[in-house]
């Protein structure tokens, strides 16, 4: 048992974090609220076993008050949803829900989700980190228990790509 994790950031693309005191892209007043859109993307993350990705492409817009989102500590531009595809995060994450991946949050803190790409392949799992620094080893899990737990290492987990931490989910009932 670990009980010091060590810090992984996995592979990172610079990311400049917005002045939240000032509007974001797409805020808009309604009533006595000010909303903010967050990109919706034409791509789809697997819950199974892997998805390849296509190019990402801004499809549209979903609104949140920009309190929710302060209050959540999610920089809206800095945000975005992405299809959940397949059953391994269920019953947490039903297959065709929404994801909200705050793309700031790069750090894994063990036992949280997040969307990353793994051999060109883009999941949303629970992730957590095992070793030291000088032996980074990674555990991959999903809530569905019929899918077994992965854990990478080495190379293999040198090329992990975080995309962001997994939020919250929108999903039909």
């Known amino acids: 048992m670990i009980t010091k994790p060590a810090k992984y950031e996995g592979r990172t693309r610079d990311i400049t974090q917005a002045d939240l005191s000032k509007p974001a892209r797409g805020d808009v007043v309604i009533g006595a609220s000010e909303v903010q859109l967050v990109r919706r993307f034409e791509i ?75 051999n060109d392949e883009l999941f949303i799992k629970r992730l957590a980190v095992l070793g030291s620094e000088d032996d980074i080893r990674l555990l991959i899990t999903s809530d569905n228990p019929n899918y077994p737990p992965k854990t990478i290492e080495g190379s293999e987990a040198q090329s992990i790509f975080i995309s962001g931490r997994v939020r919250a989910v929108i999903s039909e009932i």
Do not use: C
């Not at 190019?55 to 800095?78: P, Y």
């Not at 975005?80 to 750090?107: C, Q, W, Y």
């Open 44 to 118: 789809a993350a697997s819950a199974g076993r892997g998805k390849l990705i296509p190019d990402e492409q801004s499809a549209d817009n979903i609104a949140f008050t920009r309190e929710w989102l302060l209050r959540h500590g999610i920089n809206g531009d800095l945000a975005g949803l992405i299809k959940v595809e397949g059953d391994s995060m269920s019953p947490t994450i039903r297959n065709g829900s929404l994801a909200l991946i705050h793309f700031a949050e790069k750090t894994i803190v063990n036992g949280n989700m997040y969307a990353f790409t793994l």
